[in-house]
Nanobody
């Protein structure tokens, strides 16, 4: 499966953005999907994940209550709605996907999008 992330941009603190991740290929509904982010000099940080079954979601503590992950399997798309953005949310955001059951918990994905940059100004 190939992933393409888009929707990043520049926004003021307190604002909102919605990231999208479009997947190509079949059986997208069977994949666990998620978002991670990375800033220069730091390791990738888990943001949110959506399991392939049961509508399970999980979030990093830093984004709980502000970010919402969702998916539309009919459109092969995963979304990340980001509200009340803070300067510390500034990063390149990557979407990932994997078939393994463990990936929902490990956030280790086999397929990655190219990243979309989010900049939050104070």
């Amino acid at each position: 499966v190939q992933l393409q992330a888009f929707g990043g941009g520049l926004v003021q603190a307190g604002g909102s953005l919605r990231l999208s991740c479009l997947a190509s290929g079949r059986s997208f509904s069977l994949y666990n999907v998620g978002w991670v982010r990375q800033t220069p000099g730091k390791e990738r940080e888990f943001v949110a994940a959506f399991g392939w079954t049961g509508g399970r979601t999980t979030y990093a503590d830093s984004v709980k209550g502000r970010f919402t992950i969702s998916r539309d399997n009919a459109k092969n798309t995963v979304y990340l709605q980001m509200n009340n953005l803070k300067p510390e949310d500034t990063a390149v955001y990557y979407c990932g996907a994997a078939l393994s059951a463990a990936s929902y918990y490990s956030h280790e994905y086999d397929y990655w999008g190219q990243g979309t940059e989010v900049t939050v100004s104070s």
